[in-house]
C-alpha cells in the first residue's frame, strides 16, 4: 500500500510539472513557427492567414457555446478585413515565448507572470487543460517589444484567438 501511495505521489508530482515530453513538443513547434515570422523577408501575411481560427476552434476553447459563437463572430469581423497580420518591428530579431495552462492561469503559477493580467478572468470561461502561449518580437538584449498572445495548439492545428478578455467582460 506504501509503495502504492508513494507512486500516485511521484506521478501527481512529475505530471504536475509541466515538463511532459508532449508539452516541450509543443513549445518548440511554437517557436518554430514564430521564429519564421522575424525575418522582414517572411510572408507574414500568409503565416498570420494560416492562424486564422475555424468556429470549431472557439468552441473548443470556452465552455459557453454562445460565448464562443459571440467571441467568434467578433473576431471574424477582423479577420475579414485582412488587415490583422503578425509582423515584428525592424530591428526586432528575437523571440521571447511563454505558455501557460488555463490552471496555471488561474492560480498565477508557471509563465503565468507574462500574461496579461486579463487572463485569470478570461481562464473561467475557457476549457480546463487548455495551453495557452504568448510571444514578444524584440530587439537584441532588450526585453520590451511587441507582444501577442493566445495561440492555441487543439484540433490538430496552430490557432490564433487574442485578448479574449475583451469579448467576455460582461458575460
Request: hydrophobic fraction near 35%; glycine fraction near 6%.
Amino acid at each position: 500500500m506504501r509503495k502504492l501511495v508513494l507512486i500516485c505521489f511521484i506521478t501527481l508530482i512529475v505530471s504536475g510539472c509541466g515538463t511532459d515530453k508532449k508539452s516541450i513538443d509543443k513549445i518548440d513547434e511554437a517557436k518554430k513557427l514564430l521564429s519564421s515570422l522575424l525575418s522582414q523577408k517572411s510572408d507574414h501575411k500568409a503565416i498570420t492567414i494560416k492562424l486564422r481560427p475555424k468556429k470549431s476552434d472557439y468552441k473548443s476553447v470556452f465552455s459557453d457555446t454562445q460565448l464562443a459563437e459571440r467571441i467568434f463572430k467578433k473576431h471574424d469581423q477582423v479577420w475579414n478585413q485582412g488587415n490583422f497580420v503578425i509582423k515584428p518591428k525592424p530591428g526586432q530579431t528575437e523571440l521571447k515565448l511563454w505558455q501557460a495552462t488555463t490552471e496555471q492561469l488561474k492560480s498565477g503559477a508557471g509563465d503565468a507572470n507574462h500574461f496579461p493580467v486579463a487572463y485569470q478572468h478570461a481562464v473561467t470561461k475557457m476549457r480546463p487543460g487548455i495551453t495557452i502561449y504568448r510571444w514578444k518580437f524584440v530587439e537584441p538584449g532588450k526585453s520590451i517589444g511587441l507582444a501577442y498572445d493566445g495561440l492555441y495548439y487543439m484540433n490538430g492545428h496552430w490557432f490564433l484567438i487574442p485578448k479574449p478578455w475583451k469579448y467576455i467582460k460582461n458575460n
